[in-house]
């Protein structure tokens, strides 16, 4: 198969788990095709899925990661050769990184989730839950799915549990629940944002991992300061790294010129 004959086996089979999808028109062009496919991903519920469309689904999505074009995070320049990073004792072990996080190959990737930790369910939305739902797979929701189950609770904030990243090029997915900012940051949506990167670092230590990669935990969708937010993910990391047996690489992963630039001037 083709990708295009890939996505039209896809689609054809999530349309015929729902009764109600039969009369959708599937659109004549490819990129319409992969949007509707993802938004039919986005939907679905944790379920059993047969061999046959896994199989069709890996190679559709690895194919499409591949044409993205993979990361090597090992290439990736550290702060210390970018920025001047006076008050950055582990400036050695941080990069910083602009672009698309579901195409590093670090060991592992940190997705911001909510506290039902089946990732979003709003057909292409924007969010990083979304993305790294989308290109690891249904695999992902269907293993999220049990470890919530066997919890029995909502996934508390600043907490972080760890899955496979399936057809994503990282191998693991490190998910955390960010803080929600209503009004104004107080201290303990502070701490809150703290406990998240120890958490996911703790978990990447644990396990053994020598890379991670982070995304801008709870700066989007639950509206925490930029800057504040930036400020307590260096001040963290770089205190967790003075310990750390087995991390060698923190990516910083940004994907607006805003938290770029912020970022930058701490470096700096």
Do not use: W
């Amino acid at each position: 198969m083709n990708q295009e004959e890939r996505v039209n086996f896809l689609i054809e089979k999530l349309l015929n788990e729902h009764e109600n999808f039969i009369d959708i028109n599937i659109p004549s062009d490819f990129e319409s095709k992969k949007n509707l496919f993802r938004s039919l991903v986005n939907i679905r519920m944790p379920q059993y899925t047969s061999p046959e469309f896994l199989k069709v689904q890996d190679e559709f999505l690895k194919e499409e990661i591949e044409k993205a074009g993979i990361v090597d995070v090992g290439k990736l320049p550290f702060i210390k050769d970018e920025f001047d990073c006076k008050n950055i004792i582990n400036k050695d072990k941080i990069s910083l990184y602009k672009g698309d996080i579901t195409l590093l190959n670090s060991d592992a990737i940190v997705n911001a989730a909510n506290s039902k930790m089946l990732g979003c369910f709003v057909p292409c939305h924007k969010c990083i839950d979304n993305a790294i739902h989308t290109y690891a797979g249904v695999e992902l929701r269907q293993e999220c799915f049990e470890i919530m189950k066997n919890q029995g609770h909502d996934e508390p904030t600043g907490e972080a549990k760890i899955t496979k990243a399936y057809n994503l090029p990282c191998k693991y997915v490190i998910h955390t629940v960010g803080p929600i900012v209503d009004y104004a940051v107080t201290e303990k949506l502070k701490d809150d944002l703290r406990s998240c990167y120890e958490n996911c670092l703790k978990l990447a230590e644990e396990n053994e991992l020598k890379s991670i990669a982070f995304c801008c935990i709870s700066t989007g969708e639950f509206h925490f300061d930029n800057e504040i937010a930036a400020e307590i993910a260096i001040e963290t990391i770089d205190k967790f790294l003075d310990s750390s047996k087995y991390i060698e690489r923190v990516i910083i992963n940004v994907f607006k010129e805003k938290d770029y630039a912020i970022y930058k001037s701490i470096f700096q």
